[in-house]
Protein backbone atom coordinates (compact mmCIF):
# COMPACT_ATOMS: atom_id res chain seq x y z
CA UNK A 1 0.00 0.00 0.00
CA UNK A 2 2.77 2.55 1.03
CA UNK A 3 4.39 2.24 -2.64
CA UNK A 4 1.47 4.11 -4.29
CA UNK A 5 1.38 6.76 -1.05
CA UNK A 6 2.73 9.52 -3.54
CA UNK A 7 -0.55 8.84 -5.58
CA UNK A 8 -3.04 8.24 -2.54
CA UNK A 9 -1.88 10.99 -0.48
CA UNK A 10 -3.22 13.72 -2.75
CA UNK A 11 -6.38 11.58 -3.49
CA UNK A 12 -7.31 11.32 -0.11
CA UNK A 13 -7.48 14.97 0.24
CA UNK A 14 -10.02 15.18 -2.36
CA UNK A 15 -12.07 12.67 -1.10
CA UNK A 16 -11.84 14.31 2.57
CA UNK A 17 -13.62 17.31 0.85
CA UNK A 18 -16.22 16.06 -1.06
CA UNK A 19 -16.76 13.43 2.05
CA UNK A 20 -16.74 16.23 4.59
CA UNK A 21 -20.12 17.65 3.23
CA UNK A 22 -21.69 14.87 2.60
CA UNK A 23 -21.31 12.71 5.89
CA UNK A 24 -22.99 16.12 7.54
CA UNK A 25 -25.74 16.31 4.63
CA UNK A 26 -26.51 13.19 4.82
CA UNK A 27 -27.00 12.55 8.93
CA UNK A 28 -29.23 15.80 8.60
CA UNK A 29 -31.46 14.58 5.35
CA UNK A 30 -31.61 11.02 8.31
CA UNK A 31 -32.73 13.28 10.67
CA UNK A 32 -30.03 12.23 12.80
CA UNK A 33 -27.17 13.94 14.92
CA UNK A 34 -24.83 15.61 12.61
CA UNK A 35 -21.52 14.07 14.34
CA UNK A 36 -22.85 10.60 13.50
CA UNK A 37 -22.13 11.33 9.92
CA UNK A 38 -18.87 11.75 10.73
CA UNK A 39 -18.19 8.47 12.94
CA UNK A 40 -19.91 6.70 9.57
CA UNK A 41 -17.44 8.76 7.33
CA UNK A 42 -14.31 7.93 10.26
CA UNK A 43 -15.28 4.43 10.36
CA UNK A 44 -15.93 4.09 6.62
CA UNK A 45 -12.31 5.13 5.65
CA UNK A 46 -10.01 3.97 8.72
CA UNK A 47 -12.06 0.32 9.86
CA UNK A 48 -13.90 -0.53 6.52
CA UNK A 49 -10.89 0.72 4.24
CA UNK A 50 -8.43 -1.68 6.18
CA UNK A 51 -10.84 -4.37 6.21
CA UNK A 52 -11.64 -4.39 2.40
CA UNK A 53 -10.44 -5.56 -0.20
CA UNK A 54 -11.05 -3.17 -2.48
CA UNK A 55 -8.34 -0.94 -3.71
CA UNK A 56 -9.96 2.30 -4.76
CA UNK A 57 -13.47 1.71 -3.09
CA UNK A 58 -14.03 4.70 -0.32
CA UNK A 59 -16.95 3.57 2.82
CA UNK A 60 -19.57 6.27 4.64
CA UNK A 61 -22.69 6.75 5.33
CA UNK A 62 -24.85 6.51 1.95
CA UNK A 63 -27.90 8.71 0.79
CA UNK A 64 -29.91 5.92 -0.11
CA UNK A 65 -30.72 4.85 3.40
CA UNK A 66 -31.46 8.15 4.55
CA UNK A 67 -35.23 7.63 4.13
CA UNK A 68 -35.19 4.50 5.87
CA UNK A 69 -33.10 5.94 8.42
CA UNK A 70 -35.33 9.18 8.90
CA UNK A 71 -38.50 6.82 9.23
CA UNK A 72 -36.86 4.34 11.44
CA UNK A 73 -35.65 6.39 14.12
CA UNK A 74 -39.60 7.30 14.01
CA UNK A 75 -40.51 3.96 14.29
CA UNK A 76 -38.40 2.87 17.10
CA UNK A 77 -38.69 5.91 19.62
CA UNK A 78 -35.55 6.74 19.84
CA UNK A 79 -31.82 7.22 18.14
CA UNK A 80 -30.46 4.87 20.78
CA UNK A 81 -33.13 2.42 19.85
CA UNK A 82 -32.27 2.97 15.61
CA UNK A 83 -28.51 2.24 17.13
CA UNK A 84 -29.40 -1.55 18.19
CA UNK A 85 -30.73 -2.04 14.40
CA UNK A 86 -27.29 -0.83 13.58
CA UNK A 87 -25.66 -3.16 14.99
CA UNK A 88 -27.44 -6.25 14.48
CA UNK A 89 -27.73 -5.08 10.64
CA UNK A 90 -23.78 -5.09 10.77
CA UNK A 91 -23.94 -8.45 12.29
CA UNK A 92 -26.73 -9.92 9.30
CA UNK A 93 -24.23 -8.28 7.03
CA UNK A 94 -21.46 -10.61 8.03
CA UNK A 95 -23.70 -13.84 8.09
CA UNK A 96 -24.39 -13.00 4.43
CA UNK A 97 -20.30 -12.32 4.17
CA UNK A 98 -19.96 -16.25 5.36
CA UNK A 99 -23.14 -17.11 3.43
CA UNK A 100 -21.06 -15.67 0.20
CA UNK A 101 -23.95 -13.65 -0.68
CA UNK A 102 -21.24 -11.59 -2.03
CA UNK A 103 -21.59 -13.04 -6.13
CA UNK A 104 -25.44 -11.79 -6.17
CA UNK A 105 -23.13 -8.28 -7.46
CA UNK A 106 -21.69 -10.21 -10.36
CA UNK A 107 -25.85 -10.24 -11.83
CA UNK A 108 -25.99 -7.14 -12.73
CA UNK A 109 -25.91 -6.28 -16.38
CA UNK A 110 -23.14 -4.25 -17.30
CA UNK A 111 -25.81 -1.16 -19.20
CA UNK A 112 -27.60 -0.78 -15.68
CA UNK A 113 -23.80 -0.32 -14.09
CA UNK A 114 -23.05 2.13 -16.53
CA UNK A 115 -26.80 3.57 -16.13
CA UNK A 116 -25.99 3.74 -12.63
CA UNK A 117 -22.95 5.27 -12.65
CA UNK A 118 -23.95 8.01 -15.66
CA UNK A 119 -27.22 8.91 -13.16
CA UNK A 120 -25.21 9.42 -10.12
CA UNK A 121 -23.43 11.82 -12.28
CA UNK A 122 -25.95 13.56 -13.55
CA UNK A 123 -27.71 14.06 -10.21
CA UNK A 124 -24.35 15.34 -8.43
CA UNK A 125 -24.55 17.85 -11.33
CA UNK A 126 -28.31 18.79 -10.72
CA UNK A 127 -27.97 18.35 -6.77
CA UNK A 128 -25.14 20.90 -6.52
CA UNK A 129 -25.70 23.73 -8.79
CA UNK A 130 -28.40 25.32 -6.26
CA UNK A 131 -25.42 24.95 -3.84
CA UNK A 132 -22.87 26.56 -6.57
CA UNK A 133 -25.04 29.43 -6.55
CA UNK A 134 -25.75 29.50 -2.54
CA UNK A 135 -29.37 27.69 -2.45
CA UNK A 136 -28.65 25.71 0.42
CA UNK A 137 -32.21 24.81 1.18
CA UNK A 138 -31.70 20.99 0.52
CA UNK A 139 -29.00 18.88 2.61
CA UNK A 140 -25.79 17.80 0.28
CA UNK A 141 -25.65 14.30 0.12
CA UNK A 142 -29.64 14.21 -1.09
CA UNK A 143 -30.15 11.74 -3.85
CA UNK A 144 -33.84 11.61 -3.90
CA UNK A 145 -36.01 13.42 -6.92
CA UNK A 146 -38.64 14.79 -4.10
CA UNK A 147 -37.60 16.90 -1.31
CA UNK A 148 -39.13 16.68 2.00
CA UNK A 149 -39.86 20.11 1.98
CA UNK A 150 -42.22 19.43 -1.45
CA UNK A 151 -40.02 20.70 -3.68
CA UNK A 152 -38.04 18.28 -6.47
CA UNK A 153 -34.66 18.38 -8.26
CA UNK A 154 -36.28 20.62 -10.92
CA UNK A 155 -38.01 23.11 -9.03
CA UNK A 156 -35.31 23.79 -6.88
CA UNK A 157 -32.88 24.72 -10.07
CA UNK A 158 -35.90 27.46 -11.01
CA UNK A 159 -35.84 28.62 -7.66
CA UNK A 160 -32.35 29.66 -7.90
CA UNK A 161 -32.77 32.69 -9.35
CA UNK A 162 -34.91 33.84 -6.21
CA UNK A 163 -31.87 32.85 -3.95
CA UNK A 164 -28.56 33.38 -5.49
CA UNK A 165 -26.05 34.59 -3.04
CA UNK A 166 -23.46 36.78 -4.74
CA UNK A 167 -20.55 35.97 -2.53
CA UNK A 168 -21.46 32.01 -2.73
CA UNK A 169 -21.32 32.19 -6.61
CA UNK A 170 -18.21 34.62 -7.04
CA UNK A 171 -16.36 32.09 -4.95
CA UNK A 172 -18.04 29.38 -6.75
CA UNK A 173 -16.93 30.13 -10.12
CA UNK A 174 -13.28 30.92 -9.15
CA UNK A 175 -13.22 27.86 -7.59
CA UNK A 176 -14.40 26.01 -10.44
CA UNK A 177 -11.77 28.06 -12.24
CA UNK A 178 -8.91 26.94 -10.11
CA UNK A 179 -9.74 22.94 -10.81
CA UNK A 180 -10.70 23.33 -14.54
CA UNK A 181 -6.99 25.42 -14.76
CA UNK A 182 -5.40 22.83 -11.99
CA UNK A 183 -6.60 19.41 -13.86
CA UNK A 184 -6.03 20.80 -17.65
CA UNK A 185 -3.30 22.93 -18.06
CA UNK A 186 -0.77 23.07 -14.35
CA UNK A 187 -1.33 19.47 -13.31
CA UNK A 188 0.78 18.73 -16.56
CA UNK A 189 3.93 21.51 -15.80
CA UNK A 190 5.14 19.53 -12.69
CA UNK A 191 5.06 16.94 -10.22
CA UNK A 192 4.26 20.08 -7.56
CA UNK A 193 0.74 20.58 -9.20
CA UNK A 194 0.09 16.74 -9.07
CA UNK A 195 1.00 16.13 -5.51
CA UNK A 196 -0.65 19.50 -4.87
CA UNK A 197 -4.18 18.69 -5.91
CA UNK A 198 -6.61 21.52 -7.38
CA UNK A 199 -9.09 20.96 -4.75
CA UNK A 200 -7.24 21.78 -1.83
CA UNK A 201 -6.08 25.10 -3.59
CA UNK A 202 -9.81 25.91 -4.09
CA UNK A 203 -10.73 25.27 -0.50
CA UNK A 204 -7.68 27.22 0.99
CA UNK A 205 -8.85 30.11 -1.39
CA UNK A 206 -12.26 29.80 -0.48
CA UNK A 207 -11.25 29.99 2.87
CA UNK A 208 -9.36 33.13 2.45
CA UNK A 209 -12.11 34.50 0.51
CA UNK A 210 -14.67 34.23 3.23
CA UNK A 211 -12.46 35.89 5.95
CA UNK A 212 -11.70 38.99 3.71
CA UNK A 213 -15.49 39.45 2.55
CA UNK A 214 -17.12 39.26 5.78
CA UNK A 215 -17.56 42.91 6.07
CA UNK A 216 -18.31 43.12 2.73
CA UNK A 217 -22.01 43.70 2.58
CA UNK A 218 -22.68 42.09 -1.03
CA UNK A 219 -19.70 39.40 -0.77
CA UNK A 220 -20.21 38.32 2.29
CA UNK A 221 -21.25 34.66 3.16
CA UNK A 222 -23.22 33.92 6.18
CA UNK A 223 -23.24 30.89 8.12
CA UNK A 224 -25.89 29.01 6.73
CA UNK A 225 -23.96 28.70 3.29
CA UNK A 226 -20.79 27.06 5.07
CA UNK A 227 -19.60 24.01 6.11
CA UNK A 228 -21.12 22.99 9.44
CA UNK A 229 -19.55 20.68 11.86
CA UNK A 230 -19.89 20.65 15.09
CA UNK A 231 -17.53 22.14 17.49
CA UNK A 232 -17.48 20.97 21.06
CA UNK A 233 -16.52 23.30 24.22
CA UNK A 234 -14.90 20.95 25.93
CA UNK A 235 -13.19 17.37 25.93
CA UNK A 236 -16.49 16.77 27.90
CA UNK A 237 -18.72 18.09 25.35
CA UNK A 238 -16.78 16.21 22.49
CA UNK A 239 -17.12 13.05 24.11
CA UNK A 240 -20.72 13.88 24.36
CA UNK A 241 -21.49 13.67 21.01
CA UNK A 242 -21.33 10.55 21.04
CA UNK A 243 -24.42 8.09 21.36
CA UNK A 244 -24.74 4.60 22.60
CA UNK A 245 -27.10 1.72 21.74
CA UNK A 246 -30.15 0.72 24.17
CA UNK A 247 -29.91 -2.36 23.93
CA UNK A 248 -33.12 -2.97 26.04
CA UNK A 249 -34.97 -2.71 23.01
CA UNK A 250 -33.53 -5.65 21.27
CA UNK A 251 -36.27 -7.72 22.02
CA UNK A 252 -38.62 -5.09 19.72
CA UNK A 253 -39.76 -7.17 16.45
CA UNK A 254 -39.55 -3.58 14.75
CA UNK A 255 -36.26 -3.36 15.54
CA UNK A 256 -35.01 -6.71 13.91
CA UNK A 257 -37.28 -5.40 10.83
CA UNK A 258 -35.29 -1.67 10.66
CA UNK A 259 -31.89 -4.21 11.07
CA UNK A 260 -32.51 -6.37 8.24
CA UNK A 261 -33.76 -3.84 6.29
CA UNK A 262 -30.45 -1.59 6.76
CA UNK A 263 -28.33 -5.01 6.15
CA UNK A 264 -29.89 -5.63 2.48
CA UNK A 265 -30.33 -2.27 1.25
CA UNK A 266 -26.35 -1.52 2.65
CA UNK A 267 -25.20 -4.68 1.42
CA UNK A 268 -27.04 -4.44 -2.37
CA UNK A 269 -25.86 -0.87 -2.39
CA UNK A 270 -22.45 -1.78 -1.38
CA UNK A 271 -22.22 -4.44 -4.33
CA UNK A 272 -23.43 -2.35 -6.62
CA UNK A 273 -21.04 0.26 -5.96
CA UNK A 274 -18.62 -2.45 -5.80
CA UNK A 275 -18.79 -3.70 -9.67
CA UNK A 276 -19.06 -0.02 -10.93
CA UNK A 277 -15.99 1.54 -9.09
CA UNK A 278 -14.06 -1.96 -10.66
CA UNK A 279 -15.22 -0.92 -13.90
CA UNK A 280 -14.27 2.83 -12.99
CA UNK A 281 -10.58 1.04 -12.05
CA UNK A 282 -8.07 2.23 -15.01
CA UNK A 283 -5.99 -0.91 -13.50
CA UNK A 284 -9.03 -2.90 -13.48
CA UNK A 285 -8.59 -4.92 -10.05
CA UNK A 286 -11.49 -7.10 -9.22
CA UNK A 287 -13.04 -6.61 -5.20
CA UNK A 288 -13.83 -10.08 -3.59
CA UNK A 289 -17.54 -9.15 -2.85
CA UNK A 290 -17.79 -11.89 -0.24
CA UNK A 291 -14.79 -9.97 2.06
CA UNK A 292 -16.11 -6.40 1.34
CA UNK A 293 -19.75 -8.07 3.24
CA UNK A 294 -17.46 -8.73 6.03
CA UNK A 295 -15.56 -5.83 6.39
CA UNK A 296 -18.87 -3.62 5.99
CA UNK A 297 -20.70 -5.51 8.70
CA UNK A 298 -17.79 -4.70 10.70
CA UNK A 299 -17.90 -1.56 9.62
CA UNK A 300 -22.11 -0.96 10.58
CA UNK A 301 -20.71 -2.98 13.91
CA UNK A 302 -18.41 -0.22 15.58
CA UNK A 303 -20.60 2.36 13.71
CA UNK A 304 -23.38 1.30 16.15
CA UNK A 305 -21.80 1.01 19.09
CA UNK A 306 -20.68 4.50 19.28
CA UNK A 307 -23.37 6.43 17.43
CA UNK A 308 -22.35 6.71 13.93
CA UNK A 309 -25.03 6.28 10.48
CA UNK A 310 -25.01 2.67 8.74
CA UNK A 311 -22.72 2.64 6.25
CA UNK A 312 -21.72 1.33 2.60
CA UNK A 313 -19.64 1.94 -0.32
CA UNK A 314 -20.53 4.93 -1.80
CA UNK A 315 -19.68 6.05 -5.54
CA UNK A 316 -19.30 9.28 -5.48
CA UNK A 317 -16.10 9.04 -2.88
CA UNK A 318 -15.36 5.83 -4.54
CA UNK A 319 -14.89 7.80 -7.93
CA UNK A 320 -13.37 11.02 -6.66
CA UNK A 321 -11.06 8.85 -5.37
CA UNK A 322 -10.29 7.12 -8.72
CA UNK A 323 -10.42 10.44 -10.67
CA UNK A 324 -7.57 11.92 -8.04
CA UNK A 325 -5.39 9.10 -8.79
CA UNK A 326 -6.07 7.01 -5.66
CA UNK A 327 -4.25 3.50 -6.35
CA UNK A 328 -4.24 1.42 -3.16
CA UNK A 329 -6.93 1.56 0.44
CA UNK A 330 -4.92 3.94 1.37
CA UNK A 331 -6.04 7.06 -0.13
CA UNK A 332 -9.43 5.76 2.13
CA UNK A 333 -8.08 5.10 5.34
CA UNK A 334 -5.96 8.29 5.38
CA UNK A 335 -9.53 10.02 4.09
CA UNK A 336 -11.24 8.98 7.05
CA UNK A 337 -7.87 9.62 9.72
CA UNK A 338 -7.80 13.44 7.77
CA UNK A 339 -11.98 13.50 9.19
CA UNK A 340 -10.64 12.67 12.64
CA UNK A 341 -8.05 14.80 12.98
CA UNK A 342 -9.88 17.85 11.25
CA UNK A 343 -12.78 17.23 13.55
CA UNK A 344 -10.98 17.67 16.53
CA UNK A 345 -8.46 20.10 15.80
CA UNK A 346 -9.56 22.19 13.76
CA UNK A 347 -13.38 21.96 13.59
CA UNK A 348 -13.40 26.15 13.23
CA UNK A 349 -11.77 26.08 10.42
CA UNK A 350 -13.43 23.91 8.58
CA UNK A 351 -16.51 26.02 9.25
CA UNK A 352 -15.01 28.82 7.06
CA UNK A 353 -15.53 26.52 3.98
CA UNK A 354 -17.90 27.64 1.51
CA UNK A 355 -20.69 25.03 0.25
CA UNK A 356 -20.28 26.43 -3.04
CA UNK A 357 -16.25 25.73 -3.00
CA UNK A 358 -17.54 21.96 -2.25
CA UNK A 359 -20.13 22.21 -5.13
CA UNK A 360 -17.37 23.10 -7.41
CA UNK A 361 -15.00 20.13 -6.92
CA UNK A 362 -18.87 17.64 -6.74
CA UNK A 363 -19.66 19.14 -10.64
CA UNK A 364 -16.24 18.04 -11.67
CA UNK A 365 -16.65 14.65 -10.12
CA UNK A 366 -20.26 14.38 -11.36
CA UNK A 367 -19.21 15.36 -14.73
CA UNK A 368 -17.05 13.13 -15.03
CA UNK A 369 -19.23 10.21 -14.32
CA UNK A 370 -21.94 11.47 -16.61
CA UNK A 371 -19.53 12.72 -19.89
CA UNK A 372 -21.64 12.89 -22.74
CA UNK A 373 -19.61 10.68 -25.35
CA UNK A 374 -21.01 7.67 -22.85
CA UNK A 375 -23.92 8.29 -24.36
CA UNK A 376 -23.75 8.30 -27.92
CA UNK A 377 -21.55 5.06 -27.29
CA UNK A 378 -24.15 3.34 -25.37
CA UNK A 379 -26.99 4.01 -28.17
CA UNK A 380 -24.43 2.82 -30.99
CA UNK A 381 -24.58 -0.52 -28.98
CA UNK A 382 -27.75 -0.85 -29.58
CA UNK A 383 -31.42 -1.38 -28.24
CA UNK A 384 -30.09 -4.37 -26.10
CA UNK A 385 -27.90 -2.70 -24.49
CA UNK A 386 -29.13 1.15 -24.96
CA UNK A 387 -32.30 0.40 -23.26
CA UNK A 388 -31.70 -0.82 -19.89
CA UNK A 389 -29.31 1.94 -19.43
CA UNK A 390 -31.42 5.09 -20.32
CA UNK A 391 -34.20 3.43 -17.92
CA UNK A 392 -31.65 2.96 -15.66
CA UNK A 393 -30.44 6.94 -15.81
CA UNK A 394 -33.91 8.38 -15.95
CA UNK A 395 -35.09 6.28 -12.75
CA UNK A 396 -32.04 7.43 -10.86
CA UNK A 397 -32.92 10.78 -11.97
CA UNK A 398 -36.54 10.89 -11.48
CA UNK A 399 -36.72 8.75 -8.07
CA UNK A 400 -33.66 7.52 -6.48
CA UNK A 401 -30.99 5.45 -6.89
CA UNK A 402 -32.04 1.50 -5.32
CA UNK A 403 -35.62 2.72 -7.18
CA UNK A 404 -33.68 3.89 -10.78
CA UNK A 405 -31.41 0.37 -10.46
CA UNK A 406 -34.11 -1.75 -10.48
CA UNK A 407 -36.30 -0.46 -13.02
CA UNK A 408 -32.93 -0.85 -15.34
CA UNK A 409 -32.91 -3.97 -13.78
CA UNK A 410 -36.48 -4.78 -14.60
CA UNK A 411 -35.78 -3.90 -17.94
CA UNK A 412 -32.74 -5.64 -18.55
CA UNK A 413 -34.44 -9.28 -17.53
CA UNK A 414 -37.14 -8.42 -19.85
CA UNK A 415 -34.62 -7.95 -22.56
CA UNK A 416 -32.84 -10.91 -21.83
CA UNK A 417 -35.73 -13.00 -22.31
CA UNK A 418 -36.52 -11.70 -25.53
CA UNK A 419 -33.26 -13.15 -26.33
CA UNK A 420 -33.71 -16.24 -24.55
CA UNK A 421 -36.75 -16.82 -26.79
CA UNK A 422 -35.45 -15.81 -30.23
CA UNK A 423 -32.31 -17.80 -29.76
CA UNK A 424 -34.01 -20.99 -28.49
CA UNK A 425 -33.70 -22.50 -31.89
CA UNK A 426 -33.11 -22.44 -35.59
CA UNK A 427 -34.96 -23.51 -38.08
CA UNK A 428 -34.52 -25.06 -41.50
CA UNK A 429 -36.87 -25.21 -44.75
CA UNK A 430 -35.08 -27.40 -46.81
CA UNK A 431 -37.38 -28.36 -49.44
CA UNK A 432 -41.18 -28.77 -50.30
CA UNK A 433 -40.59 -31.71 -52.68
CA UNK A 434 -43.36 -34.79 -53.12
CA UNK A 435 -46.14 -32.63 -51.80
CA UNK A 436 -44.69 -32.36 -48.28
CA UNK A 437 -42.80 -29.36 -46.26
CA UNK A 438 -39.15 -30.44 -45.56
CA UNK A 439 -38.48 -28.78 -42.04
CA UNK A 440 -35.37 -28.64 -40.20
CA UNK A 441 -35.14 -27.70 -36.44
CA UNK A 442 -31.91 -27.45 -34.35
CA UNK A 443 -32.29 -26.51 -30.55
CA UNK A 444 -29.64 -24.21 -29.19
CA UNK A 445 -27.52 -25.39 -26.18
CA UNK A 446 -29.67 -24.77 -23.91
CA UNK A 447 -33.10 -24.62 -23.82
CA UNK A 448 -35.10 -23.31 -20.55
CA UNK A 449 -39.00 -22.84 -20.00
CA UNK A 450 -38.05 -19.08 -21.12
CA UNK A 451 -38.19 -20.38 -24.52
CA UNK A 452 -41.56 -21.89 -24.42
CA UNK A 453 -43.36 -19.41 -26.31
CA UNK A 454 -40.75 -19.11 -29.30
CA UNK A 455 -40.90 -23.14 -29.75
CA UNK A 456 -44.37 -23.28 -29.34
CA UNK A 457 -45.00 -20.56 -32.21
CA UNK A 458 -42.90 -22.31 -34.37
CA UNK A 459 -44.62 -25.81 -33.67
CA UNK A 460 -48.14 -24.31 -33.98
CA UNK A 461 -47.44 -22.88 -37.04
CA UNK A 462 -46.47 -25.89 -38.84
CA UNK A 463 -48.22 -26.63 -41.76
CA UNK A 464 -50.18 -29.86 -42.45
CA UNK A 465 -48.50 -33.24 -43.82
CA UNK A 466 -44.43 -31.59 -42.78
CA UNK A 467 -41.82 -34.06 -42.55
CA UNK A 468 -40.23 -32.23 -39.17
CA UNK A 469 -36.31 -33.19 -38.81
CA UNK A 470 -36.09 -32.17 -34.99
CA UNK A 471 -32.37 -32.21 -34.08
CA UNK A 472 -31.15 -31.83 -30.36
CA UNK A 473 -27.72 -33.66 -31.12
CA UNK A 474 -26.12 -30.07 -29.85
CA UNK A 475 -28.54 -29.15 -26.74
CA UNK A 476 -26.48 -29.87 -23.93
CA UNK A 477 -29.60 -29.04 -21.26
CA UNK A 478 -33.63 -29.46 -22.31
CA UNK A 479 -35.91 -28.10 -19.14
CA UNK A 480 -38.66 -30.75 -18.33
CA UNK A 481 -40.99 -28.16 -19.94
CA UNK A 482 -40.06 -28.18 -23.19
CA UNK A 483 -40.05 -31.98 -23.28
CA UNK A 484 -43.97 -32.18 -22.14
CA UNK A 485 -44.42 -29.36 -24.89
CA UNK A 486 -42.75 -31.66 -27.38
CA UNK A 487 -44.92 -34.90 -26.01
CA UNK A 488 -47.83 -32.81 -26.41
CA UNK A 489 -47.12 -31.99 -29.99
CA UNK A 490 -45.98 -35.42 -31.15
CA UNK A 491 -49.83 -36.32 -30.42
CA UNK A 492 -51.29 -33.02 -32.26
CA UNK A 493 -49.02 -34.10 -35.03
CA UNK A 494 -50.55 -37.28 -35.74
CA UNK A 495 -53.67 -35.46 -36.93
CA UNK A 496 -51.99 -33.18 -38.52
CA UNK A 497 -50.47 -35.63 -40.79
CA UNK A 498 -46.72 -34.32 -40.06
CA UNK A 499 -43.69 -36.98 -39.83
CA UNK A 500 -40.95 -36.50 -36.86
CA UNK A 501 -37.75 -37.20 -37.09
CA UNK A 502 -36.03 -36.72 -33.75
CA UNK A 503 -32.13 -36.98 -34.02
CA UNK A 504 -29.83 -36.88 -30.85
CA UNK A 505 -27.04 -38.71 -29.66
CA UNK A 506 -28.50 -41.17 -28.07
CA UNK A 507 -29.67 -42.51 -32.23
CA UNK A 508 -32.72 -41.40 -34.39
CA UNK A 509 -36.50 -42.33 -33.81
CA UNK A 510 -39.04 -41.90 -36.43
CA UNK A 511 -42.07 -40.41 -34.95
CA UNK A 512 -41.51 -41.28 -31.20
CA UNK A 513 -44.12 -42.15 -29.19
CA UNK A 514 -43.42 -40.39 -25.82
CA UNK A 515 -40.26 -37.50 -26.20
CA UNK A 516 -40.66 -38.19 -22.39
CA UNK A 517 -40.00 -41.52 -22.65
CA UNK A 518 -37.33 -41.74 -25.32
CA UNK A 519 -34.98 -39.51 -22.41
CA UNK A 520 -36.11 -41.11 -19.89
CA UNK A 521 -37.35 -38.71 -17.68
CA UNK A 522 -38.89 -38.38 -13.94
CA UNK A 523 -41.46 -36.22 -13.73
CA UNK A 524 -40.39 -32.40 -13.41
CA UNK A 525 -37.16 -33.14 -13.64
CA UNK A 526 -34.56 -31.94 -16.02
CA UNK A 527 -32.15 -33.45 -18.69
CA UNK A 528 -28.75 -32.88 -19.74
CA UNK A 529 -27.68 -34.29 -23.09
CA UNK A 530 -23.96 -33.69 -22.79
Given at each position: MFKTLKNDLPASVVVFFVALPLCLGIALASGAPLFSGLIAGIIGGIVVGSLSGSKIGVSGPAAGLAAIVLTAIGTLGSYENFLVAVVLGGIIQLLFGVLKAGVIGYYFPSSVIK????????????????????????????????????????????????????????????????????????????????????????????????????????????????????????????????????????????VWIVAFTIALVASLETLLCVEATDKLDPDKNVTPTNRELLAQGTGNILSGLIGGLPITQVIVRSSANIQSGGKSKMSAIIHGFLLLISVILIPRLLNQIPLSVLAAILLIVGYKLAKPALFKKMYKLGWKQSVPFFVTVIGIVFTDLLVGIGLGLMVGIVVILLKSYQNSHFLHIEDKSNGKHRIKMVLAEEVTFFNKGAILKELDSLPRDTYLEFDVRKTRYLDYDIIEILDDFAFKAKERNIDIKLISKRGIVENPPSFIEFFQLRPKSNISLS
Amino acid sequence: MFKTLKNDLPASVVVFFVALPLCLGIALASGAPLFSGLIAGIIGGIVVGSLSGSKIGVSGPAAGLAAIVLTAIGTLGSYENFLVAVVLGGIIQLLFGVLKAGVIGYYFPSSVIKGMLTGIGIIIILKQIPHFFGYDAEPEGADSFTWSSGENTFSALLGIFDNIIIGSMVIGLISLAILLLWSNVLAKKGKFFEIIQGPLVAVVVGIIFYVLTQSNETLSIAESHLVSVPVPDSFDSFIGQFSFPNFSAITNPEVWIVAFTIALVASLETLLCVEATDKLDPDKNVTPTNRELLAQGTGNILSGLIGGLPITQVIVRSSANIQSGGKSKMSAIIHGFLLLISVILIPRLLNQIPLSVLAAILLIVGYKLAKPALFKKMYKLGWKQSVPFFVTVIGIVFTDLLVGIGLGLMVGIVVILLKSYQNSHFLHIEDKSNGKHRIKMVLAEEVTFFNKGAILKELDSLPRDTYLEFDVRKTRYLDYDIIEILDDFAFKAKERNIDIKLISKRGIVENPPSFIEFFQLRPKSNISLS
